[in-house]
């Protein structure tokens, strides 16, 4: 081999450990760029400040890792937090108590999931599609029975669990991070895990095997209902109440951090430990420097964007690689 192949051969080699590792090379860059931008960025409080916002997003990318995995989408999410919320404030106000509430928000959680699914592996609508109906659809009806989604006060049950620490660190924070290792685990460790990878890479080939697939694809729409519900029980119990702001641009989000992490949008091709949390992270990282410098408001949505077209991109090339080899 001459040595214009294997200098080839070289940088070949860096582009496909850009484009498979680059991610985690520019978190520790920005991490430590962050730290010295900001000495108040590196201070404990300012680090479980970033781990408290990032609680509601670890658990519906935890679930949305999974759809699209199977190489499906799941648009509807924000919409299912706040649906099931108001469902629950709407029992409130026809005297249900705290325990009842929480039930509510988690059935709703899952009975959306298992209409999504329904209509997605039976009625054999396009997953984005389907959801995306779904998404105006919640938050038509969470509008119509909260009144406009105003603002309602909740049981103090709600705030006692947001305040309810383990040492210095929050039960939120550490019940979000246990749930993002069990679908990790169940991604990584389990026959269903297996099987939302076959799925994810050739469906076809998937049916042929007698995988099953719509059982499958029914689960994991029930899981990310019920991961978006928990995402509205942890909302109410930040504020204490109800608002008709929560899950707002979430679905966003979630494909984001996913695609960040290394998720692919076609399918196969993703983890939820490191990949979908570091991308959670990145994304909370990023709003966070913005804030300790004094950033323009307006600028976090501009970011935001470059954040997702840089990883829709790099997710592109990777799959353009992989269709070459």
């Not at 916002?53 to 658990?59: E, F, M, Q, S, Y």
């Not at 990878?197 to 049916?207: F, L, P, Q, T, V």
Request: overall charge positive; some cysteine.
């Amino acid at each position: 081999m001459n040595d214009a192949a294997i200098t080839e051969k070289k940088k070949f080699d860096l582009s496909n450990f850009l484009l498979s590792y680059g991610f985690y090379v520019l978190f520790v860059v920005m991490f430590i760029a962050c730290g010295f931008i900001s000495p108040v960025f590196l201070a404990r409080d300012n680090l479980m400040q970033i781990m408290w916002g990032a609680t509601t997003l670890l658990v519906v990318a935890a679930g949305g890792t999974l759809v699209i995995v199977t190489g499906n989408m799941d648009m509807s999410v924000g919409s299912v937090a706040l649906c099931s919320s108001a469902i629950a404030v709407h029992a409130m106000n026809h005297g249900a108590g705290f325990a009842q509430m929480v039930i509510i928000i988690f059935l709703v959680g899952a009975l959306i999931g298992v209409i999504n699914g329904i209509l997605i592996t039976y009625a054999r609508l396009n997953s984005m599609l389907a959801t995306l109906g779904m998404m105006i659809l919640l938050r038509g009806v969470s509008l119509n029975i909260t009144n406009g989604g105003a603002q309602t006060g909740l049981p103090e049950g709600f705030k006692a669990i947001a305040d309810a620490k383990i040492g210095d660190v929050s039960v939120l924070i550490l019940v979000s991070l246990i749930i993002l290792l069990v679908f990790q685990c169940l991604l990584r460790k389990t026959r269903f895990g297996a099987y939302c990878y076959a799925i994810g890479c050739s469906e076809e080939s998937a049916k042929r095997i007698g995988l099953p697939i719509r059982k499958v694809k029914m689960t994991v729409y029930i899981l990310s209902g019920i991961c978006a519900a928990f995402a509205g029980f942890v909302s109410c119990c930040k504020v204490g109440t109800y608002s008709g702001t929560i899950g707002n641009e979430m679905e966003f989000d979630v494909v984001t951090v996913c695609v960040m992490g290394g998720t692919s949008l076609l399918g196969g091709r993703g983890n939820v430990f490191p990949g979908t949390f570091i991308g959670v992270v990145l994304l909370y990282l990023i709003n966070n420097i913005l804030a300790l410098t004094g950033a323009s408001p307006y600028i976090y949505p501009f970011a935001k964007g470059l954040v997702i077209f840089a990883a829709m991109y790099v997710d592109a090339l990777k799959n353009f690689r992989k269709r070459q080899n």
